[in-house]
């Protein structure tokens, strides 16, 4: 039986990893940062699995990692998917999310080294955000009309042009893996995972919070007229209103409006549960390396609202929304499209949902 440890798996992607290779018949050990209250939510399935081990630990100290890897050094996979990973609060405690992201990755490698753990294989990962405003152009063949667009893309190629504290802390850790690749002959790889959602994902990120306030909002209705209809609503500056025919004595009831920051954004969306079967892959090659991993897609968060509200039966959704300049970013990434030509060839991986799929997932589960 394989052994893999999972820094980061109370996250997203960590429960997501964990499902995969307890499938794959793994023993898993989930290092875990103690805190006064419950972080293991996305795990609470998992917890009493006989092969899931779930053990105390901090990536930011160094003592603390050392002695995980000490304990478990015939260990043959390590995964460090732990970060400080929302791009807007890396502005506002970026020396913490140094600390998790940059210096965390280094903690393992250099534990790893110290111990001479040369049979375990490690995975980084890395984020498209690293690449900020930089991508490539390719041109592409010209449709039937003779018409011929510029494509932007980025790739395993593209110059990283970091745009926060959080993609300059990931691309240091980026360069680490591949340095202890390198220069000391570690089997490492990191993958550069575009923008990944799902119904795990933190209700702070915008995929999850247009989603769960579509839910919330579908609960409220509901409450006094029948989910179909929006005839009857109206609408002020910040608030949504209803005037409750049913309930004696209430003039209106109103619910909050959504609040987000820019529109405009293109990202490359994903579903985390097909990324971590990439992560897997990679360390299951002879040659370790560095890969995107991507839908090859582009949409605007004005897109997926586009996509959310018409599976509630709203086509027009701009007074259902406020744009508020207080989430824009000091430094925004406005253009995201992977190429996971790479991994296709040589991992054989490709998504498996859509973005219409994506959406669908998110908005029935909060619905």
């Known amino acids: 039986m394989k ?21 794959k018949d793994y023993h898993v050990i989930g290092v875990i940062r103690r805190t006064s209250t419950d972080s293991t939510p996305r795990i609470k399935h998992v917890l009493d699995d006989p092969n899931f081990e779930l053990i105390q630990g901090d990536i930011t100290d160094a003592h603390s990692v050392i002695q995980i890897l000490k304990k478990h050094e015939n260990v043959d996979e390590i995964y460090n998917l732990a970060a400080q990973s ?10 913490l ?21 040369t049979k375990a294989r490690f995975y980084q990962a890395s984020s ?51 340095l202890f690749r390198e220069g000391y002959g570690f089997h490492a790889s990191a993958g550069i995972l575009f923008n990944h959602e799902g119904p795990r994902r933190g209700e702070d990120f915008v995929t999850r919070k247009i989603t769960k306030w579509i839910g919330d909002f579908l609960r409220w209705k509901t409450t006094y007229k029948d989910e179909t209809d929006f005839s009857d609503l109206t609408f002020s500056e910040d608030d949504i209103k209803i005037y409750p025919k049913s309930a004696e004595g209430v003039l209106y009831s109103k619910f909050p409006k959504l609040r987000l920051g820019n529109l405009e954004a293109f990202r490359d969306w994903g579903y985390a549960g097909d990324y971590v079967e990439a992560m897997w892959l990679m360390l299951q090659q002879d040659v370790p390396d560095d ?30 929304v406020v744009v508020d300049k207080r989430f824009y970013r000091p430094a ?36």
């Open 291 to 320: 890969y995107v991993i991507c839908t090859g897609e582009t949409h605007t968060i004005r897109e997926f609202l586009d996509v959310a509200f018409k599976l509630i039966g709203i086509d027009e959704w701009e007074s259902f």
């Open 332 to 367: 925004e990434v406005d253009y995201l499209r992977g190429s996971n030509a790479k991994a296709k060839q040589r991992l054989g991986w490709e998504p498996k949902h859509s973005f219409e799929d994506l959406v669908k997932l998110m908005v029935d589960h909060d619905s």
């Open 86 to 95: 929302h791009v807007a609060v890396s502005f506002k405690q970026p020396a």
């Open 97 to 117: 999310t140094w600390d998790v992201t940059g210096k965390g990755c280094l903690n393992i490698l250099q534990s790893m080294s110290d111990l001479a753990m």
């Open 128 to 178: 498209s955000e690293m690449f900020g405003s930089s991508f490539d152009t390719k041109l592409p063949l010209a449709d039937n009309k003779g018409t011929q667009s510029v494509e932007k893309y980025q790739d395993e190629d593209t110059k990283f042009l970091p745009q926060s504290p959080y993609a300059i802390a990931k691309c240091a850790a980026h360069y680490m893996t591949r």
């Open 3 to 23: 052994k893999a440890i999972i820094f980061g798996i109370t996250g997203q992607d960590g429960s997501h990893l964990v499902d995969l290779l307890l499938k």
